[in-house]
Nanobody, 112 residues
C-alpha cells in the first residue's frame, strides 16, 4: 500500500522559507517520478513541481520557478520541497504525490 506523509508546513511571513518533506513507503520509491501539488482554499488542485526517477530532472510550474526547489533522497525514500521567497498566494495545502496517490498534506500559510 502506497503511503505518503508530509511534514514541515507552517505560518510564515511573506519572503520567508520552509522546507517541506514527504516520507514515502509501500512502493519502490527510486523507480517513480514524484510530484508536489497544492490546493489553495476554494481553488482546484495545482501541480507545483516534479522530479524524475532516474536523473532526477526537475520541472516547475511557472509561478514557483526560481523560488521552489524539489529534491529527493532515494536511500531514505524521501521527497523534499524547499520553498523560498514565499508569497501570500502560495498559501495552500501541499501534498506529495505518486501516480494517483497523495498524502494528507501539510499546510503552508503566508501572512504578515
Amino acid at each position: 500500500e502506497v503511503q505518503l506523509e508530509e511534514f514541515g508546513g507552517g505560518l510564515v511571513q511573506p519572503g520567508g522559507s520552509l522546507r517541506l518533506s514527504c516520507a514515502a513507503s509501500g512502493f519502490p520509491f527510486k523507480n517513480y517520478h514524484m510530484r508536489w501539488v497544492r490546493q489553495a482554499p476554494g481553488k482546484d488542485l495545482e501541480w507545483v513541481a516534479g522530479i524524475g526517477s532516474g536523473s532526477g530532472s526537475e520541472t516547475y510550474t511557472d509561478s514557483v520557478k526560481g523560488r521552489f526547489t524539489i529534491s529527493r533522497d532515494n536511500a531514505k525514500s524521501a521527497l523534499y520541497l524547499q520553498v523560498n521567497s514565499l508569497k501570500p498566494e502560495d498559501t495552500a495545502g501541499y501534498y506529495c504525490a505518486v501516480g494517483a496517490a497523495r498524502g494528507r498534506g501539510t499546510q503552508v500559510a503566508v501572512a504578515s
